[in-house]
């Protein structure tokens, strides 16, 4: 076994190696490459901004200085104990229908 994954091991490092020295010494040249970026003959010219754009022109909008308190705007809500809420899942939990039928296999 251990001489068989060996052997596969060593044919695709052969392979990969003539895979990368394919083509007289690979895809890549060792001579450099200049780059050149393309000419464009339009350049960038500065002109006036646009005209100003109202964004609400369809929709109202109110303004309005001062501030309120939260608990005006939204009422507190009545704080219940964590063990009532557990103790009413139990309960719901309870009188939930049950399954009919169980399938033991």
């Given at each position: 076994?251990?001489?068989?994954?060996?052997?596969?091991c060593?044919?695709?490092?052969?392979?990969?190696?003539?895979?990368?020295?394919?083509?007289?010494?690979g895809?890549?040249?060792?001579?450099?490459?200049?780059?050149?970026?393309?000419?464009?003959p339009?350049?960038a010219?500065?002109?006036?901004?646009?005209q100003?754009?109202?964004?609400?022109?369809?929709?109202?909008?109110?303004?309005?200085?001062?501030?309120?308190?939260l608990?005006?705007v939204?009422p507190?809500?009545?704080?219940?104990?964590?063990?009532?809420?557990?103790r009413?899942?139990?309960?719901?939990?309870e009188?939930?229908?049950?399954?009919?039928?169980?399938?033991?296999?």
């Open positions: 076994m251990k001489t068989t994954l060996f052997a596969l060593f044919l695709c490092a052969t392979t990969a190696a003539f895979g990368q020295s394919a083509a007289g010494g895809a890549l040249g060792n001579e450099v490459q200049v780059f050149q970026m393309a000419s464009h339009q350049r010219t500065q002109v006036p901004m646009a100003e754009q109202n964004l609400f022109d369809r929709s109202g909008y109110s303004f309005v200085e001062g501030e309120r308190p608990w005006e939204q507190l809500a009545p704080k219940v104990p964590l063990g009532d809420i557990a009413a899942l139990r309960k719901e939990h009188t939930a229908k049950k399954a009919d039928f169980v399938r033991n296999d």
